[in-house]
């Protein structure tokens, strides 16, 4: 249920997806159809054609991948949508799991000529596990690609959620006229526009008319259908929402063909704003007093001003700009004075906002990832985990002239969970340690310690690939021991790291009673 003096309700999900699926695309294409932007940008800004709203990092627009996930709240009809793009490579997965805790629904792309995909699959893994329902979308139908029945046994089979489509593809992949609305029978009917730019036209048509539209392609669409009805495979809204079953959309998220339906969909059968359980397993109701959890840290989205916005998803009760609300960690009080609503790079003041709602909160230095901020009765919302990093490097400042800036980029790049930061007194602060779930990371801090703080680094990567939460009694334990080297993170975590696991093997054998605790992998 929604706040009651919420007039407009809120629809908040995460678009996710394996790489390159069409996901900061389909964002785009979403933004166009919601009128919020009214030429549709490309992932690669070719020339004379901006870039898209989500991928607003400079690296982001030179390499055409997402790397950081980004949010849009906008207007669609009488509600609001807080849609999160996600970064599809399993380097960046850290943020796209963070992302997951602070969404109702997902929307997950699929390419028709790829079918389901190994990110794809631990995805839907991680959504199953938190009971987030799944809309999936075949995307690229412009394009050649499998058969739309085959594309349906895959999921069953890959995943094991039945799928439901409500439209159905008239046209195979590569020859996409419309689609099937399968709950009214109609035929909607697309029409290109120049390079996708705007809005493609649809026109809705009966059955009848459809025949002379379409011919065949409309025939074998309805065949197929009726097969699908014969196999149960239609949406039921309580299998949708408890995750046995997945509406299944077709789109070309280029063309903006099937977006509409999309947003229909969404505002139609995704679940509103749901209430989180709080660390003690007790659930505030979302019309309760305000409450919030920080979900995602970014700077540099503003190189005129270098502000550090910190992501929150309000839960419950309503918030007001300037409102003084607790930090759940420290139980200090937090002057919300600058709030704002959060569109890729660009920002706007926010007065009140209201369950699902997505807040920037602008220069919250208290505030962390996975941080509680809440007014009246207290709360404490989970922590987010972070990964078991696979990769490590040492990082020097190029110039240690700048070891300042150095400093303040390191303490940043941590902050926003970019890479794991660690030290030890052996290494010193000049030289900390960056622990990734994937090499990618490094790129990304080395490219941003240079543009954003002017602080070229140097990294050496360090034959690790293996970390184990140990405690104090072990930090001392292992000091000396071979094959091992115990860092502390800057959340007050000891990890010990392990060229390989044999080494880990062999150093736990031999110190049975040291704690080395495995700790949360990648892909859940
Ligand atoms: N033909 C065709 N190409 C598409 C479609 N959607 C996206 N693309 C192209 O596919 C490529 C990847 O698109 P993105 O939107 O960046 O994919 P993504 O899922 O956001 O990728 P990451 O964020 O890096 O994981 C780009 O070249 C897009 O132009 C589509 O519907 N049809
Ligand atoms: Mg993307």
Redesign the pocket.
């Known amino acids: 249920m929604t706040n009651p003096t919420d007039t407009r309700a809120r629809r908040t999900f995460a678009v996710i ?1 394996h ?8 964002t785009e294409a979403m933004a166009l159809h919601a009128r919020v932007i009214s030429e549709a940008g ?3 800004g070719k020339a004379g054609r901006r870039g898209t709203v989500s991928d607003w990092m400079e690296m982001e627009r030179a390499r ?3 790397i950081t996930s980004a949010a849009l709240q906008f207007d669609y009809g009488d509600h609001v949508v807080n849609l999160v ?1 996600t ?3 399993a380097d960046f997965s850290e943020d796209t799991y963070r992302v997951l805790s602070a969404v109702d629904s997902a929307v997950m ?1 699929v390419d028709a000529a790829k079918g389901l995909e190994p990110q794809t699959l631990k995805l839907f893994q991680v959504c199953a596990q938190r009971g987030i329902p799944v809309i999936t979308v075949i ?2 139908w ?2 050649p690609g499998l058969d739309a029945l085959q594309l349906m046994d895959e999921i069953q089979k890959e995943i094991g959620l039945r799928p439901t489509p409500l439209t159905w593809p008239v046209g195979i992949a590569g020859e996409f006229r419309g689609v099937l609305d399968r709950r009214t029978g109609d035929l909607i009917h697309y029409t290109r526009t120049a390079g996708g730019a705007t809005r493609a036209p649809e026109e809705r048509v009966g059955a009848a008319a459809a025949e002379a539209l379409a011919g065949e392609a409309w025939l074998a669409a309805v065949e197929e259908h009726d097969l699908l009805s014969m196999d149960d495979a239609d949406h039921g809204q309580s299998t949708f929402l408890t995750g046995t079953t997945t509406p299944v959309l077709f ?5 903006n063909f099937g977006v509409s339906q999309l947003l229909q969909i969404l505002i139609e059968l995704a679940p509103p704003p749901q209430p989180t359980p709080a660390v003690d397993g007790a659930v505030r109701a979302v019309g309760d007093d305000f409450s919030a959890f920080v979900f995602k840290v970014q700077s540099g989205m503003d190189a005129a001003h270098r502000d550090r916005l910190a992501y929150a998803r309000v839960c419950s009760g309503v918030f007001e700009r300037g409102m003084v609300v607790q930090h759940g960690e420290t139980g200090k009080p937090f002057a919300t004075k600058y709030a704002q609503a959060v569109f890729g790079r660009e920002r706007t003041a926010v007065e009140t906002a209201f369950p699902g709602d997505i807040i920037g909160l602008v220069n919250a230095a208290a505030l962390r990832v996975g941080d509680t901020i809440y007014a009246g009765e207290p709360v404490l919302y989970p922590p987010i985990a972070s990964f078991a990093p696979e990769h490590f490097a040492s990082a020097r400042a190029v110039d240690t002239g700048r070891y300042k800036q150095f400093r303040r980029g390191i303490e940043q790049m941590d902050q926003e969970g970019v890479v794991q930061v660690l030290r030890s007194d052996l290494r010193g602060d000049q030289s900390p340690v960056l622990a990734a779930v994937g090499p990618m990371q490094f790129e990304v801090v080395a490219a941003r310690m240079e543009s954003e703080f002017g602080a070229a680094v140097r990294l050496e990567r360090l034959d690790y690939s293996v970390a184990r939460r140990t405690d104090d009694a072990g930090v001392e334990a292992l000091e000396g021991v071979r094959g091992v080297e115990v860092l502390a993170r800057s959340d007050g975590t000891h990890l010990a790291v392990f060229p390989d696991k044999w080494r880990a093997h062999v150093v736990a054998r031999d110190h049975a009673d040291v704690l080395l605790e495995p700790l949360p992998a990648s892909g859940g």
Do not use: Q
Not at 19 to 26: E, M, N, Q, R
């Open positions: 997806s790489p390159d699926a069409g996901k900061s695309t389909l490309a992932v690669h055409g991948i997402s793009d970064p599809g490579h792309l995307n690229k412009d394009r789109a070309s998220a280029l063309l």
